[in-house]
């Protein structure tokens, strides 16, 4: 049996376990690691999380950072995560200044840190990139070029979806204000919709009841953890998709389970920014159990 020392943080409740590659010496094979990221994940027989972030060395900027969803799968992105990477690397020295690139899966990000009176990060600020609409790039199946306010039927029941890339596929659904968001069965209707076969990745859904042009509440299922207090790619997938349709003007504020996220658009780049705090819950050594293949 071998030992990690790992770090547990949250993002408006969105929560990982961060490993540094660059002192724990652990396989980089990814079959190894999503073994390891379904055994730390466990809320009742590991750590418990969302899933595990490493934090490790990038050639093209001052690190890089891989994510394993509680079911082992990788992701592309995560930008709760993002935020609680900035501030690991950040608070622990390992980098100067407060603007910087991480290298993720959806490529270069940028990062911008707010510090509190003690010099630690208390928001970050993160370009999430420019939202992509095509369907072949999201990816879709579906003949349309994009796929906007488009009708589909999922266990009995019509929905309007939209969907859209930043970094990693999203479908979002604006629910009637009628709906009650908090009632709302996500896990059967997310779950039936992540697996689609018109999604060949599957997909993150979000669920959405619009309060005005500035404001909406959001609930998320994300592909390969489940529902989920909070989802910082989902939150800029739906303030995209809002925008893109006429729903929201240049900022939103996006109330989600876990906490709120400040969404402003670049009209100079047609990028999206996100801005939300990020914490260090507790550290720890986790315990595993040898895995057969070393």
Known sequence: MRQINFTKMQGIGNDYIYVDMTSEKLPEDSAFLAKL???????HFGVG??????????????????IFNADGSEAEMCGNGLRCFAKYIF??????????????GAGLLAVSLFL?????????????????FENTKIPV??????????KFQVLGREFTINCVSMGNPHCVIFLDKTEDLQSFDVEKFGKAIENHKIFP??????????????????????????????????????????????YFKDSATIH????????????????V??????????????????????
């Open 37 to 43: 990221a379904r055994k730390i994940s466990d809320r």
């Open 49 to 66: 999380g969302d899933g595990m972030i490493l934090i490790a060395k990038s050639e093209i900027a001052p690190f890089r950072m891989r």
């Open 91 to 104: 608070d622990h020295g390992m980098i100067d200044g407060s603007e910087f690139n991480i290298e993720t």
């Open 116 to 132: 509190d009176e003690h010099d630690k990060v208390r928001e970050v600020q993160l370009n999430m990139g420019s939202p992509v």
């Open 141 to 150: 199946n579906l003949e349309s070029t994009e796929t906007l306010n488009h």
């Open 201 to 246: 990745q599957k997909t993150n859904v979000e669920f959405v009841i619009l309060d005005s042009e500035t404001e909406a509440h959001q609930r998320t299922w994300e592909r390969g953890s489940g529902e989920t207090l909070a989802c910082g790619t989902g939150a800029s997938a739906v303030f995209s998709v809002g925008r893109k349709i006429g």
């Open 256 to 271: 989600l389970l876990g906490g709120d996220l400040q969404m402003t658009w670049n009209a100079d780049t047609s990028e």
């Open 273 to 294: 920014y996100k801005k939300g705090t990020a914490e260090i819950v507790f550290k720890g050594i986790y315990y595993y159990p040898k895995f057969e293949q070393y």
